[in-house]
């Protein structure tokens, strides 16, 4: 068993992303926002996402809790990402399920698991979770950021141990 740590985590992560962008541009969109996001699978479909142009911010409606998380949208995400992420219920190919067979395609290491369960899109919030911290953030700015109330991070992700 070899443990993942944080910076071998990224590299994983910037990883998918970058060859997301190559090899499966339609799911290319998805993928940057749970790796820029740290939201959950879910929240990427299921009209979860919102882009709010006024303020220049993806909406993200928390899966488990009706929390609203206001993610600013920086250069990185474009106008055409940006319409794709919010015109994807168009595409019957675009579902939760699809993503989860091109992440599982795109990993570069197989089978990376967190407890039992293999983390497929998870990954990325593990990821942006230890990176929130790793800039300065405190567990409870995580946690309210995050949109968590009764289970924390610091439960949930930071203790977890990640390995293949």
Request: charged share 25%; net charge positive; hydrophobic share 35%.
């Amino acid at each position: 068993m070899v443990i993942v740590s944080n910076e071998e985590l990224e590299v994983i992560c910037k990883k998918i992303v970058v060859t997301a962008k190559s090899d499966y541009p339609m799911y290319y969109p998805h993928i940057y926002l749970l790796y820029k996001t740290g939201c959950r699978i879910g929240e990427v479909f299921d009209f979860r996402t919102h882009y709010n142009e006024e303020k220049s911010t993806i909406n993200i409606i928390a899966q488990k809790k009706n929390y609203v998380r206001d993610i600013p949208v920086d250069e990185t995400f474009n106008l055409e990402m940006l319409n794709r992420l919010m015109n994807r219920q168009d595409l019957l190919y675009l579902n939760i399920r699809n993503l989860q067979i091109t992440l599982k395609k795109l990993m570069p290491i197989s089978n990376i698991f967190c407890g039992k369960k293999n983390i497929g899109a998870h990954i990325f919030r593990h990821n942006y979770i230890r990176k929130l911290l790793a800039d300065g953030k405190t567990i409870e700015e995580i946690n309210e950021h995050m949109g968590y109330t009764s289970q924390t991070v610091e439960d949930t992700y930071l203790s977890a141990i990640i390995y293949y």
